[in-house]
């Protein structure tokens, strides 16, 4: 986040943590920080999982509050961020291909500690790496 | 770690992708800038803001920056290409490639000119030759896109509009097409691999036949209804003024009867009223004119399972998004549901591995009798594959939002393996259906309530050929009775028509004449390319037809 | 007749299994007792001592006309009452529920009278006249083919069936309609099956531990036992298909 990226233009690869559970909050939060802490060459970090609403959607409820207790503030690298879902997957760009033998090495360290009910591990890319239709549509 | 040594592999074939083929894109845009960065998306901010303010509501949320990114629903990968989008890219009301595929289906209309030569020669005794072949040609191409030839003071279409229409010609007869201006043929020898302009110029023969684009714009305004007549007009036009005829003869007549009716392809035939299209409406397409439309096999045509999956993707698009998704359910389209068939590589996987099967195991492709046996067998074994992989993986298993989308794919797999061992369509769609009762008797469960319908009385009219029963597997389409509204299966419909052709190094599934039409590097839509026109579609690179900019104010 | 009625093919276990929950004969093993009470209180439609709604007057009030078919088919206790006709609908993990939507269609068809039953790949739905339904959702809270973790009960936005289970091992569910309670070491429901929120938890008991799941599961899986594996089923299911291929709509005119 605050490191400045490199300027070639290439889309990066990407370290996908596949767990075998939906992780809860308090997982997410500490697989996250010890990422940013404990590999150094890691750009950005993207989830993704099921959405947890803030209320419900549909049905004779709707708009009552869902309360899904996993739905909460963290805090990732000291910035506090709404987690929006259960987390089921975490992509963690590295910032180049030549550091990602090393960062695959010290993200299952990682993960064997935090995830005693199991992971898998891929190296990939992911996540668009050109601007879509829907990126204007959404103005990012 | 598991699959340790394929991540290596994997690792070096990425290396070799980002260090010496590196794309012209800034990925920097996605982690750190947001929407500042870029001019262009500053300028769909201020517009959206301006439209916002008009309208009174808000119309688009500005980017806010957040350190992690979240994300319910990651990027697609269109199969077989390199490009991520996502799900919103591939409605087709956002994506400009899609809608131009359907736009090029729609305004082709394949015309045949012999009828017409022999009446001009027959019955008025004028001589026709390549010359005046010529003449008409450049005639037509004139009045096609609204240009006047007969009439003095008829109001013109702007060429600025119409400019993706023209009308080229095609046949078996090399000496013929010799003689023809370049501009106007589409080369049967130049556009297909040898074996296959042979067998295309056999099944042809010696007839000419024209290969005409109405304007897109044309059929946006008007329907595919409009493209036959459309198209008559002006043929019949054309030979008016080129061979300087009366426009009062009755020969004029039968121009435009044989242009109309006798010497004409529709893409989609004429659906029943209570579906109330007319002809060319996607609706009317066969499977087999859908898989001729595809032009996986005449540029790679070492890979039948591509052709396969090509069609899979535009029958996606063309069947299931466009056509049951809004022209019959009035629905948004069913976008999502139908991007499981050609996104991901997850029927691509199955696919291959079906083919490889059929290789190893099985004596090679169209090696085997369409027997009850064989598909008992071999669809097992395909099914089997796809249905564990969901039950081994559960990325596999999120992979898709729904319990249909695991069917259909599933069946998909089992129908186009199936018929690309027997060479047979029907023996393929029969594996569909083997594939059906096999997955809801495994899992107990299956897709939603249609399934439990057209899926387990399919196997019944699978094999039948009588007209009110059944047909070859090629000439049914979404107009089939027992298929009319099946959802999510059409675009494994048409793959099954197409894996049987492409496995033989068949020229084409059904018509050769539409094989033809659609090898035309005129048309805007490359349809050897379906999923990466998709997805440059959704990136925002894919320029279609059917322009306005001309009449409207400028901004 | 000779004939007896087989319920299904297989030797596998999970053949068996699905036998058991077939045969009307067999008694499903009660596992837990939820109060009626509570059920009612999941089930959302009405409060616990709450009269029930009615659409028609009792059928003994209704001049009913001379019908042999009405004079054979006795009704249900709602529909003589005059219930309105309400929903249970059941959301299976595909991680090892012990009942899967199918298997649940088939069961109800052959244990219940007076239900209307729809099948999808996540869910399964049962309507029928409400006091009848409040029965038997609470023989089907509390029998063997729920379990706590694995099995929600849900009314709408039921996805999750597919899903990874969470850390806790419940099936996930947007809605949180159901909790783990780490203390009791039991799964709570603190709102009804629509999601609106209920005065005070309900517990659904204890989630069945995978050994038992295993051993009760009515599914086929690669990580389990294949269909494959299972001849007399593969037998069964590919003859289907070879009668509606052969005979069209009329397989009882195959000669095998």
Redesign the interface.
């Known amino acids: 986040?605050a490191k400045k990226?490199p300027?070639?233009?290439?889309?990066?690869?990407e370290v996908l943590i596949?767990?075998?559970?939906?992780?809860?909050a308090e997982?997410t939060e500490k697989l996250?920080n010890r990422i940013y802490d404990d590999v150094p060459h890691v750009?950005?970090?993207?989830?993704?999982?099921?959405?947890?609403?803030a209320t419900?959607?549909?049905?004779?409820?709707k708009g009552?509050p869902?309360?899904?207790?996993e739905r909460r503030i963290i805090k990732?690298?000291g910035?506090e961020?709404e987690?929006?879902?259960?987390v089921?997957?975490v992509?963690v760009?590295i910032d180049d291909?030549?550091n990602?033998?090393d960062s695959?090495a010290r993200i299952?360290s990682i993960c064997n500690e935090l995830l005693p009910?199991g992971f898998?591990?891929?190296?990939?890319?992911?996540?668009?790496?050109?601007?879509?239709?829907?990126?204007?549509?959404?103005?990012? | 770690m598991a699959g340790k040594e394929k991540d290596k592999l994997f690792l070096a074939a990425m290396k070799k992708k980002f260090k010496e083929a590196p794309t012209e894109v800034n990925t920097n845009y996605y982690t750190f800038g947001g929407w500042k960065q870029s001019k262009r998306k500053r300028e769909w901010v201020e517009q959206a803001n301006k439209i916002a303010k008009q309208r009174g509501i808000p119309m688009m949320n500005q980017d806010i920056g957040v350190p992690l990114g979240q994300r319910v629903l990651m990027p697609y990968q269109l199969s077989h290409t390199d490009i991520y989008v996502e799900a919103d890219d591939l409605h087709f009301v956002n994506n400009a490639a899609m809608q131009q595929a359907w736009d090029d289906i729609r305004r082709t209309v394949v015309s045949g000119l012999d009828t017409a030569h022999a009446v001009i020669e027959k019955r008025l005794g004028k001589e026709v030759t390549p010359e005046t072949i010529n003449h008409y040609l450049e005639t037509v191409n004139h009045a096609m896109p609204g240009g006047a030839v007969v009439q003095e003071h008829m109001a013109e279409c702007s060429p600025a509009l119409t400019a993706d229409c023209y009308v080229k010609v095609f046949s078996g007869d090399d000496e013929l097409i010799d003689e023809i201006d370049k501009p106007y043929v589409i080369n049967i020898n130049k556009e297909f691999p040898a074996d296959q302009a042979k067998q295309l110029k056999e099944a042809i023969g010696k007839g000419l036949w024209q290969a005409i684009r109405c304007p897109t714009i044309v059929g946006r305004v008007c329907d595919g209804g409009t493209m036959s007549r459309w198209s008559a007009m002006q043929i019949s036009m054309s030979f008016i003024s080129s061979y300087k005829l009366a426009a009062g003869e009755a020969a004029i007549a039968d121009f435009a009867f044989a242009a109309k009716h006798a010497s004409v392809l529709e893409m989609g035939t004429m659906m029943p009223a209570r579906r109330a299209r007319g002809p060319n409406e996607p609706g009317g397409i066969p499977f087999g004119f859908l898989a001729d439309m595809v032009q996986s096999q005449r540029k790679y045509p070492d890979d039948p399972v591509r052709a396969s999956l090509e069609t899979v993707a535009l029958g996606a698009v063309i069947f299931d998004q466009i056509y049951l998704g809004s022209y019959m359910s009035g629905g948004v389209g069913f976008t999502q549901y139908a991007t499981a068939a050609y996104t991901d590589n997850i029927l691509e996987d199955y696919c291959y591995w079906a083919a490889d099967l059929v290789k190893t195991k099985y004596g090679g492709l169209c090696k085997s009798k369409p027997t009850m046996e064989l598909i008992e067998k071999l669809g097992t074994e395909i099914n089997s594959y796809a249905l564990e992989m969901y039950e081994k993986y559960p990325a596999a298993m999120e992979a898709h939002f729904g319990g249909s989308q695991r069917a259909t794919v599933a069946a998909a797999a089992t129908g186009i393996g199936v018929a690309m061992a027997t060479a047979n369509a029907n023996a393929g769609v029969n594996a569909w259906y083997l594939s059906m009762l096999q997955h809801r008797e495994r899992m107990g469960r299956l897709g939603f309530y249609g399934y439990d319908l057209q899926d387990m009385c399919g196997a019944s009219n699978s094999l039948s050929y009588r007209s009110d029963e059944g047909l070859p597997h090629e000439l049914r389409g979404p107009n089939y009775p027992n298929y009319a509204m099946n959802v999510g299966h059409l675009s494994g419909y048409a793959g099954i028509a197409c894996a049987p052709h492409a496995a033989r190094g068949d020229a084409f599934a059904c018509n050769p004449l539409i094989k033809v039409a659609f090898a035309d590097k005129n048309l805007p839509f490359d349809f050897a390319n379906i999923t990466k026109e998709f997805g440059r579609g959704g990136l925002r690179e894919f320029m279609p037809a059917g322009e306005r900019t001309v009449i409207i104010p400028a901004k | 007749m000779a004939y007896k009625r087989q319920f299904y093919p297989g030797t596998s276990l999970p053949a068996k299994n699905r036998r058991k929950f077939y045969d009307p004969n067999y008694k499903l093993e009660k596992l837990r007792d939820v109060a009626m009470d509570d059920v009612v209180r999941i089930l959302g439609h009405r409060k616990p001592g709450e009269d029930y709604k009615s659409i028609h007057p009792p059928l003994d009030e209704c001049n009913e006309p001379d019908c042999p078919v009405r004079q054979m088919v006795v009704p249900i206790e709602g529909a003589k009452k005059g219930d309105r006709i309400r929903y249970v609908q059941f959301t299976d993990s595909v991680y090892w529920a012990p009942a899967i939507p199918y298997i649940r269609a088939n069961m109800y068809m052959s244990r219940l009278r007076g239900i209307d039953t729809g099948t999808l790949s996540g869910r399964q739905i049962i309507e029928m006249r409400e006091r009848d339904l409040e029965k038997v959702s609470k023989e089907y809270i509390d029998n063997e083919t729920f379990d706590p973790a694995r099995t929600g009960i849900r009314g709408a936005t039921v996805h999750g069936h597919a899903c990874r289970l969470d850390e806790n091992g419940l099936m996930f569910d947007a809605w949180q309609r159901y909790r783990w309670n780490a203390k009791k070491g039991e799964v709570e429901y603190v709102k009804d099956q629509v999601a609106i929120p209920l005065d005070k938890p309900i517990s659904v008991g204890k989630p069945m531990e995978d050994k038992w799941l295993k051993a009760h599961t009515t599914m086929f899986r690669a990580d389990g036992v294949d269909m494959r594996d299972d001849a007399e089923v593969m037998a069964q299911n590919l003859r289907i298909h070879r009668l509606r291929t052969l005979c069209g709509y009329q397989s009882f005119a195959q000669k095998e």
């Open positions: 986040m990226p300027q070639e233009q290439i889309p990066l690869p596949f767990p075998a559970r939906l992780l809860k997982t996250l750009r950005h970090i993207t989830v993704s999982g099921e959405s947890l609403p419900l959607n549909a049905g004779p409820g009552l869902a309360e899904h207790p990732v690298k910035q961020v987690l929006r879902l259960l089921g997957r992509f760009e291909i030549d990602v033998d695959l299952e009910f898998s591990l891929e190296v990939g890319r992911y996540s668009k790496f050109k601007p879509t239709v829907t990126d204007y549509k959404k103005c990012r």
